[in-house]
């Protein structure tokens, strides 16, 4: 037996391999640690990769919009316009035409030429294509008459009827509208601009990988803002652990932190950077549409048949009874750990609204009385929910609200049977009312006046149902037909009370956003309000 | 032999075909995929054009002749939510799989079959109790938690490694480490029960009275002989490695194949599942395949028996 193999002998080759192995790294290179020209962001979540305006949501922001300048920008504290692309921006014509005065001598990267008035007109009229899917399509295809250029600098958009919200489809946050080069897309296509997108903004795409990474280089004397790092790699990392192992080997340099894992961020001193009161989050209670949509469900319990008043009475207290039958203070105190608050109720109304009250709470967790009001609406055995647990943007814990929400309903008699499903392709299913009744968490971004935003998720012609659409079609158009700042912020306010009255979603509060950030940010202006990654060429 | 390989390799084209018509069906079972295409104004003759566009209104069995037909040459269609077509999304992750799975097949072969060899050959002692101790953690761990453990050390506590992400060849060491860890608990215990049982035959015995060296006696005699259920394990294992794991990839944010898959099934991209699935099928058909005929030719009563 000697000899051949004995344990020294074994030992001593396994020793070697072994450590061949774990010493590779430090022969080769001491660590992975980011260049200190390099900014890391690490991103929980992306959408469609599409950095399109026509295309897009809201999910791409977090990755394209420093690629781009909007026409009209925010001031980061007050959220105010500011000059952007456009330095004035003018109706006439009782509001039915715009006039944008371009910015002379902003290019576009890699040499495609100087941002005209052309660029502008092609990027609004992709809009009115038959496939065009992004939140403001429907607004150009209703509202938009033609757009003329004058001249090179000048861009005259021409509508239907006269529409005070234009401005705010084309501002840094929430407007949709990133500005292309014409030229660029209908030389290489759109699906290779797709993947390479070419802008005038304060970072040029280099290379990436869909569903992984993308860089970016600061682009020199750039009209706007030079951004302090060379360098820019946003990463998509959903896994909530793994960020935060990133943030504290230093790999990355900003990422979401929320949960446990702000906790764990704390104690690992990290520096936390808070955008306060960000996304507004709530329950969709899907099925609440119109009978022209797959999604109708006058036979759901929390839906009711608008035919019959008896069954939207019951339909009302079932929804109430969802409201009841949630701990918010819980999910505040324990998944938020405090960053979040009561007021305002959800659905869009923030502090710096017009009309925004701090009386709108969200109702209080009584399980008793949601019990009592199920049995009054006739469901006192309880009733079954679809729910899809997802993680979408604005709400990267939107799994663990769900599931919280959940045990809560499951309290009261309300059984959930989950279908989880990526908001990649649920939320074009959403857009279409046809997630078989499905609820989900939503967490909603900033618009300039909360009606704004109804008109795209409330009323029947909108791109999104992200509440309940119908009862108030006509509530929203005399708002939107107000052009009296004061008497439309009073009309908002009376519809603010419907809503919050009609129970139509389940409230939740408003989160704030918190992220950890590496010792190389020393400061990041992000916009307030805002609760996506943003402004990355303001971090220094 | 001729005939056998040929019988195997009938086999293997009819397990394609039955796998490709439960895909093809399983995906169309799962939902609509126009209801994802389409923006919510269309209308309803938008959505027909484009379900005829996408051959969608034909009858099944069309459709799914379309499918294989194309599936042959290599075209999928074009993934739902990326909008590019699902082979160029595969060919882009499958060098990160190849990687990791790679590494974690190396790190498998270097350390499962010499430790479980000498488990084998020093049967009761100390190497023997702690290796067998390590095969028994190595399976019972789950990786996502072994995967933590090693970021947090390696990763934030020594600074050593990268925590996640591929780029250099340090980045695929500790998902790498993670995917072959539970491997080798496999490897290496069967290769020492297959060690165990040959070392005792009446053959192994016969070297040793012959004289022969104690190291030709274990390598060339006893494990060669062993070796046949490990190349079957081993050539199952290399493809499932090969095939990346899910959890290692989400923990270490590997863009591999295993992440896109499963975003795939999450977002109902019905083009990369049936792509990936297809794929995947044909890799273990032909490896299996190619073990049969291993096992063949190294022992010809497999053949004759067949």
């Not at chain 1, 918190?514 to 805002?530: G, R």
């Not at chain 2, 739902?80 to 999304?89: I, N, Q, T």
Request: charged share 20%.
């Amino acid at each position: 037996m000697a000899g051949s193999i004995n344990r020294r002998a074994f030992l001593k080759r396994a020793g070697t391999a072994a450590a061949a192995v774990m010493g590779a790294p430090l022969i080769t290179r001491g660590r992975a640690s980011a260049a200190n020209d390099r900014l890391v962001a690490a991103v929980g979540q992306w959408g469609t990769k599409t950095p399109f305006a026509w295309r897009t949501v809201q999910a791409e922001k977090p990755l394209w919009d420093c690629v781009y300048d909007s026409l009209i920008m925010r001031d980061p504290k007050t959220f105010e316009y500011r000059p952007g692309l456009a330095t004035t921006f003018q109706p006439s014509n009782e509001m039915r035409t715009w006039t944008f005065k371009l910015r002379p001598g902003v290019k576009f990267h890699e040499g495609w030429g100087e941002l005209t008035a052309e660029d502008v007109k092609f990027t609004v009229e992709q809009n009115l294509k038959p496939d065009s899917g992004g939140g403001s399509a429907p607004f150009f295809r209703s509202q938009l008459d033609r757009v003329e250029t004058p001249d090179k600098h000048t861009a005259v958009m021409h509508f239907k009827n006269r529409v005070w919200e234009v401005p705010s489809l084309f501002t840094q946050f929430v407007g949709y509208q990133n500005t292309i080069s014409k030229k660029y897309v209908e030389s290489v296509g759109e699906e290779k601009a797709a993947l390479h997108p070419i802008g005038t903004g304060p970072y040029r795409h280099v290379e990436g990988r869909q569903g992984d990474y993308h860089r970016f280089e600061g682009v020199p004397n750039h009209w706007r803002k030079t951004p302090a790092f060379k360098e820019l790699v946003i990463r998509r990392m959903p896994e909530p652990a793994t960020r935060l192992a990133g943030l504290r080997a230093g790999e990355i340099d900003i990422g979401q932190v929320f949960g446990d894992y702000l906790d764990q961020a704390l104690r690992a001193g990290l520096r936390i950077q808070e955008a306060p009161q960000a996304a507004c989050y709530w329950v969709i209670l899907s099925g609440q549409t119109t009978p022209d949509r797959d999604d109708y469900c006058p036979t759901c319990p929390w839906a009711g048949d608008p035919n019959d008043k008896k069954s939207l009475e019951n339909a009302r207290k079932v929804r109430v009874a969802m409201n009841l039958g949630v701990n918010k203070k819980a999910i505040v105190s324990a998944l938020w750990k405090g960053k979040g608050a009561e007021t305002p109720f959800s659905y869009y109304y923030y502090p710096f609204h017009k009309g925004y009250s701090t009386d709108w709470k969200v109702p209080s967790y009584d399980p008793d009385r949601a019990k009592r009001l199920l049995a009054e609406a006739g469901h006192s055995g309880g009733f079954e929910v679809r729910v899809n647990p997802t993680v979408m943007a604005y709400a990267l814990d939107g799994p663990d609200v769900m599931e919280a929400v959940v045990l809560d309903w499951e309290k009261i008699g309300i059984k959930a049977k989950r279908f989880p499903e990526m908001i990649s392709t649920f939320g074009p299913k959403s857009r279409n009312r046809k997630t078989n009744k499905t609820h989900w968490v939503y967490g909603s971004p900033p618009f300039d006046e909360p009606v704004l935003a109804w008109n795209r998720i409330i009323h029947s012609k909108g791109a999104f149902n992200l509440l309940c659409e119908g009862p108030f079609d006509e509530d929203i158009e005399t708002i939107m037909k107000e052009f009296d700042a004061d008497k439309r912020a009073r009309l908002t306010r009376d519809l603010g009370q419907k809503l919050y009255d009609g129970h139509y979603g389940v409230m939740l509060g408003i989160k704030s956003i918190t992220w950890a950030l590496s010792k190389k940010v020393a400061s990041w202006q992000t916009l307030a309000y805002v609760p996506v990654e943003n402004n990355y060429e303001y971090v220094s | 032999m001729q005939r056998f390989i040929v019988g195997r390799l009938i086999q293997s084209v009819v397990s394609m075909f039955v796998v490709s018509i439960v895909v093809f069906a399983l995906v169309r079972l799962s939902g609509d995929p126009i209801q994802i295409m389409m923006p919510a104004e269309a209308t309803q003759k938008d959505i027909e054009l484009m379900r005829a566009s996408l051959g969608l209104d034909r009858p099944w069995p069309v459709q799914y002749w379309r499918f294989a037909s194309r599936a042959v040459q290599g075209d999928f269609g074009r993934s739902v939510r990326f909008r590019r077509p699902a082979m160029d999304l595969i060919a882009e992750r499958y060098g990160a799989t190849l990687e990791l799975g790679g590494l974690a097949v190396l790190i498998v072969i270097v350390v499962a079959l010499p430790v479980g060899v000498y488990s084998a050959v020093r049967r009761g002692s100390a190497l023997d109790y702690t290796a067998r101790a390590l095969a028994a953690l190595g399976q019972a761990v789950p990786p996502f938690w072994l995967g933590l453990v090693l970021v947090l050390i390696f990763g934030v506590l020594l600074h050593l490694l990268p925590t996640s992400g591929r780029g250099t060849p340090l980045h695929v060491l500790l998902p790498g480490i993670t995917l072959g860890w539970f491997a080798v608990a496999g490897l290496m215990r069967l290769t020492r029960s297959s060690m165990l049982d040959v070392l005792g035959s009446e053959y192994v015995k016969l070297a040793r009275i012959k004289g022969l060296p104690e190291r030709q006696v274990i390598w060339k005699h006893a494990f060669k002989n062993a070796a046949l259920p490990v190349v079957t394990f081993a050539a199952l294992l290399f493809v499932a490695l090969l095939n990346g794991s899910i959890i290692v990839e989400t923990v270490f944010g590997w863009p591999g194949l295993g992440l896109l898959v499963i975003e795939a099934v999450d977002s109902r991209d019905y083009p990369i599942v049936q792509a990936v699935v297809l794929c995947l099928s044909a890799m273990y058909i032909g490896v299996n395949l190619l073990v049969d005929v291993l096992y063949a030719y190294l022992n010809p009563k497999i053949r004759y028996s067949s």
